[in-house]
């Protein structure tokens, strides 16, 4: 389809929204930051819940908080040893 | 009952201040029976934004330090004579009061006042910290700016972390910027922030011209942030009052504002 809005120079973003993105980006990373205790429990209770299936390397398993254009995701790498017998046998 | 809120901000010059005095007056002439603690020490302003500058015997440097009672450092309002202010030292600096001294002076205030106000320096040291320790409950005052808005979060972080309820005031919106989408608006830093909002305070040259005067601003009727600082008091006694939309001064408004006086 032909985009007239951009053919007329029909609005690019404001400024008021790239500030209320790049401040929603910001904070998350403030607040990560702040509290590295916090990534630690998360990485402790996922550690828990794999390890139900699977047998996992917790010395070389990172997790971090990372960013693209417009959007904060929580990457885990998570080396795994072998699959757990039980695996899919849990309630 | 007594009700002791903290007024800060994190970042400096955002209207701490100026919400602290205006809430005072606004309390007071609800006849609530109020007291306004600056703990700015070295930085004080909050005397001057009430006209009592001229009339600070005691501070609370001295009140903590023991060397006078609470109710001798006292300056009483002359027009609301329910509205006290506690004034600070203006030579001391922030190192001079412990948090712990400060707690112990709030609680002892208490059964006197229906309102203890604390207006906090900007900054996360100690100033901070003597300021929030009494508080019931903060008010986090921010501009619709960047750096403002960041700045408060990292002061929310640290308030969830001590416990205390937080509130959130949107100080200097220009509505003509936000209309033009150049400026941040109070649904958008409330989406940020995630905070219960009870204030959006046009950015307003009657604040200037009554600070000027020593005569804070809610009580003047032909302002709109004077107005704003009503709707504030308001929600502070409780009350549940939507907010109004911003103004943007029409062509003819703003030609007036330009050559009338
Ligand atoms: N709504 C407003 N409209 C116009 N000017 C304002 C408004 N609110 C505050 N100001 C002005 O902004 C300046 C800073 O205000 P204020 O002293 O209240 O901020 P503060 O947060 O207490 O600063 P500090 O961090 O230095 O203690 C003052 O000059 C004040 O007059
Ligand atoms: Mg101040």
Redesign the interface.
Known sequence: MFDFLKIFGGKSE????Q??K???F??IH??AN?SPEVMEHIKNDIIKVISHYMEIDQKAMEISLENDQDAVALVANIPVNRMRPVAGHRR | MSEVIVITSGKGGVGKTTTTANLGVGLASRGKKVVLIDTDTGLRNLDLLLGLERRIVYTLVDVVQKRVNYGQALVRHKKYTNLFLLPTSQVADKTAIEPAQMLELVEAMKSEFDYILIDCPAGIEQGYETAVIGADWAIVVTNPE?SA??DA??II?KLQAANKKIKLVVNRIRPQM?K??????MT?ID??LSLECIGQVPDDDKVVDSANRGVPVVESKDSAAGEAYRDIVGRVCGEDIPFKPLEVETFWQRLKHVFGR
Request: zero cysteines.
């Open positions: 404001s400024s008021s929204e500030a209320h790049r401040l929603k910001v904070l403030d607040r702040v | 960047i808005v960041r979060d990292k972080g936000v033009d989408g150049t400026m941040l608006d958008a989406d940020i």
